[in-house]
């Protein structure tokens, strides 16, 4: 329902959520919100399912703490309600409130469910300055804490640790974040912008960790091969390259230890378009090496053409695993299906998955032979088909 800050230039009222008042399915054709004798047409869209609104704003004296609003709502068919609610004005909001309250709005708006990682709280910490800039591609050899550094180029650690705290890496270039020779990165609220560049994978392939991190503008997010670990992380908004390329938020490969994870209410949005299976939220299967250890906990994800696709190791090498999937949430948004499985995968567990709107998944599974076919799984048939 609606509720009230202010901002520097005096009190707005912002309509978050009239789904009461209209249809899930229908934008009102007319939404209007009163205080007093003022009246404010509502430039209304959709902020997330089923909640239609915008913002208005009134000035109020100064030392208002609560105000009368009334909301009217008029259907596309004409009908009109009205609703009147006592709304607690706030202090004033500062700058960083506002953009905080924009970026929840946007994570809203793409489905992201309450919890899971969004626009509002990953990247640098909202309000930071960057105190250092950094031109061109950085290769560090001895341990190097950088923050509130804007970095234009790649990062590379060789044989040493780099921590990234609060901090931009922009680049168009291949592997944004890279290590060489048991070197290591670790970062802490890092945006990794892949400045739209065709250069394809943003983090790979060995001893990366991000924490509360943002990748978008890349075309593929992270290549998971060996201790690449994602924490409460948000891929998003893959370059698409006028359709040249197939996109995944994350991608397993094989290789290396494996001891890859995705977790803590990290959020993948992949790309939906037409040309392969394979574009996808995350793909998993040994292609150029065996696959190992690899683990999607507590992990939302949603769109590509198949949202997730697993798949055999190719010819030459194997699946040892475990390859695990615990409580992963699916938006149910894609182009073909929930989840592709290539023909008897082995040490592939499934553990509490399932859709947003609690129906089946859709599901494509290939067989010996290579022709595939669609059915409908409920989260009991795909335990039962790869239990914990």
Request: with cysteine; proline share 4%.
């Amino acid at each position: 329902m609606p509720n009230a800050y202010t901002s520097q230039q005096g009190p707005t009222i912002r309509v978050l959520n009239v789904d009461a008042l209209v249809s899930a399915d229908t934008e009102p054709s007319q939404l209007t919100a009163t205080i007093g004798d003022a009246v404010r047409e509502v430039p209304t869209s959709e902020l997330w399912a089923g909640r239609w609104g915008g913002v208005v704003n009134f000035l109020l004296p100064d030392g208002t703490e609560s105000v009368p609003m009334k909301i009217r709502v008029v259907s596309q068919g004409g009908i009109s309600s009205t609703i009147t609610k006592y709304l607690s004005v706030a202090a004033p909001s500062s700058p960083a409130d506002l953009e905080r309250e924009a970026r929840l709005e946007r994570s809203r708006a793409a489905g992201i469910p309450e919890g899971f990682a969004g626009w509002h709280d990953t990247g640098p910490t909202i309000g930071t300055e960057f105190t250092t800039v950094l031109d061109g591609d950085q290769t560090f050899t001895e341990d190097t804490s950088l923050a509130a550094t804007q970095i234009n180029g790649r990062v590379i650690a060789d044989g040493c640790t780099v921590t990234l705290t609060d901090s931009l890496v922009r680049s168009g270039s291949n592997l944004r974040l890279h290590t060489v020779n048991g070197g290591s990165i670790v970062g802490y609220r890092v945006e990794l912008d892949g400045l739209g560049g065709q250069g394809g994978i943003a983090v790979g392939y060995n001893n990366i960790e991000l924490f509360d991190s943002l990748i978008h503008n890349c075309v593929d997010g992270a290549r998971l091969t060996n201790r690449i670990k994602l924490h409460h992380c948000l891929i998003v908004d893959l370059t698409d390259n006028d359709k040249k390329d197939h996109n995944d938020c994350v991608q397993s490969t094989g290789g290396g230890a494996g001891d890859c994870v995705v977790d803590d209410f990290s959020t993948l949005l992949g790309n939906r378009k037409s040309g392969t299976f394979a574009n996808s939220a995350a793909i998993v299967g040994g292609e150029t090496n065996d696959q190992r250890a690899i683990l999607f906990e507590d992990v939302y994800m949603d769109g590509g053409n198949c949202t997730l696709y697993v798949k055999n190791a190719a010819e030459g090498y194997e699946t040892i695993g475990p390859i695990v999937f615990r409580r992963v949430l699916f938006g149910g948004n894609h182009r073909y299906n929930d989840i592709g499985l290539s023909h008897e995968v082995p040490n592939l567990h499934f553990e509490d998955c399932r859709r947003v709107d609690g129906q089946p998944f859709s599901m494509l599974l290939y067989r010996a032979d290579g022709s595939a076919h669609s059915d409908s799984w409920t989260p009991a048939d795909l335990e039962a088909a790869h239990p914990a």
